[in-house]
């Protein structure tokens, strides 16, 4: 009878943490199984789903909740992402160009090799995210001050007249050396 019960309890505990609050399980796999079909879904659950190398242009995916996704090397071209939560979402090399990003959290992502260009980040949060290799050119919105609170390296392309700091290696903390657009700052 413990056994049962503490195999319940470990259960549950599962469970309360591989769907969002208030989102059962199966809605959540529904809700990736849809947007791997290419149907927007807006505000859904897709925390931790495998939607790498998808073909996922123009889908409406505001508010929704991509933290800990993986979305490398898919096309995320024009795309809705307005308010979503991307918090440590992998984007290695995936192609945002033209996407709303307004008032989405970016936090501790890894935007390695991305394309972010045209892109809106207008309130974005990027702390500790890492742009190593990206391309920012013609982003709108973007601030300084949350670019700063960001990574890359010498290939990282920005917009003129933004800087970002360097990753360290394996970390993504930033180091005193600034990347400016064309170079390293010495």
Excluded at 55 to 81: E, F, P, T
Excluded at 152 to 178: M, N, Y
Aim: proline share 3%.
């Amino acid at each position: 009878m413990a056994c049962s019960r503490l195999m319940l309890v470990t259960i549950a505990a599962v469970l309360a943490h591989t769907a969002a609050p208030g989102t059962s399980r199966a809605q959540s796999v529904r809700a990736v199984e849809d947007v791997k079909r290419g149907e927007s879904c807006p505000r859904c659950d897709l925390e931790r789903a495998d939607l790498s190398a998808r073909d996922l242009r123009y889908l409406n995916l505001s508010g929704a909740i991509l933290r800990q996704a993986d979305v490398s090397a898919a096309v995320v071209k024009d795309a809705s992402l307005e308010r979503s939560d991307l918090r440590a979402l992998n984007a290695f090399g995936a192609v945002f160009t033209g996407s709303d990003l307004s008032g989405a959290d970016l936090t501790a992502g890894n935007f390695t090799g991305a394309y972010l260009t045209k892109v809106n980040l207008r309130g974005a949060h990027l702390a500790r995210a890492n742009f190593t290799g990206a391309v920012l050119e013609g982003a709108r919105g973007l601030t300084q001050s949350e670019l700063s609170k960001a990574c890359g390296d010498a290939s990282t392309r920005l917009p003129r007249g933004f800087h970002i700091g360097l990753c360290h290696p394996g970390e993504g903390a930033l180091v005193q050396k600034t990347a400016w657009r064309g170079g390293v700052e010495p």
